[in-house]
């Protein structure tokens, strides 16, 4: 008879005895640590109280995410914290004791980074989803993001993709109502208070001013509130436009496309899709298409 391992229950407030997995799932990481996994049926959860407030969400490198009501989220950028470990691994000689000395303090500086952006991630997540009935986010192309090798170590430690997995299936939980907009809105260009549209806007233009009104515009809260407005038009107009899977010019950076000023934006209904969770709320909207005939499939 093998030895007993020692089992260590992550949920408190549920006794291990009383459910009824219809699934485990046993698995090892690299550090050598040993998990299991339960399915369970659980009832539908009850969708949280309305709190009256919106948010567009503008996701970012330095700042994850910028809010339409100023709020700024700092980057904790995890990957900065296995950097020292994995230089001091490849100066060992390969096959040495030492050598796996050290890649196992990589396995297990790799599973805190894991720990901790997924910490993070939901953390972040469930405090923007409790606070606000309406979330917007921007249908960011991340595959094709990382394709810029300056950026793409950064883009990939951000998360935004799982981020907005994540948001997507708790606001589902908690009726919220979740819209998710274009990837070619200029919301970064567009002036918040007039509408002003700029011919081009450098990356390193953190704070601009709007030669149509004079508004002074930091970057990231002007295109949170642009993210935003876009999300209620089309909520508004009961839309449900571009599923997520449908083609569009790819990019490998976070681009706008330049917009003419006098052309209205069209909307165009196409289908709806659904969320894989049996407990989705009907008022998702998948995309928002405001685009010119140029760019509309």
Request: hydrophobic letters at 40%.
């Amino acid at each position: 008879m093998g030895t007993p391992l020692t089992f260590v229950w992550s949920w408190p407030g549920v006794d291990a005895a009383a459910i009824n997995p219809t699934t485990v799932t046993i698995s090892r990481d690299p550090c050598g640590r040993w998990y299991v996994s339960f399915a369970v049926d659980v009832e539908e959860p009850t969708p949280l109280p309305a709190t009256g407030a919106v948010a567009g969400v503008d996701m970012g490198i330095k700042d994850f995410a910028v809010t339409s009501d100023g709020v700024k989220i700092a980057n904790p950028g995890h990957l900065a914290r296995r950097a020292r470990n994995q230089r001091r691994m490849a100066r060992k000689v390969k096959g040495s004791s030492n050598r796996n000395k050290a890649r196992a303090k990589v396995a297990r500086a790799h599973r805190k980074v894991r720990a901790s952006r997924a910490d993070f991630l939901h953390r972040t997540s469930t405090r923007l989803v409790r606070g606000h009935d309406v979330i917007v986010l921007e249908d960011l192309a991340v595959k094709n993001m990382v394709r810029n090798r300056a950026l793409a170590k950064a883009i990939s430690d951000c998360g935004w993709g799982t981020f907005r997995r994540v948001v997507e299936y708790k606001a589902a939980r908690a009726g919220r109502h979740l819209i998710v907009i274009d990837r070619w809105y200029p919301s970064s260009k567009t002036c918040s208070a007039c509408g002003h549209l700029l011919p081009t806007l450098n990356l390193g233009t953190r704070v601009w001013a709007c030669p149509g009104c004079g508004a002074l515009h930091d970057r990231d809260v002007n295109a949170a509130k642009n993210i935003l407005a876009a999300g209620l038009a089309v909520s508004a107009c009961g839309a449900d436009v571009r599923p997520q899977g449908s083609s569009l010019r790819q990019s490998a950076t976070k681009q706008e496309l330049p917009w003419r000023r006098e052309e209205s934006p069209s909307f165009r209904a196409e289908s709806s899709q659904s969320i894989p969770f049996r407990w989705m709320t009907p008022r998702y909207h998948s995309a928002l298409s405001l685009s010119t005939r140029r760019w509309v499939p």
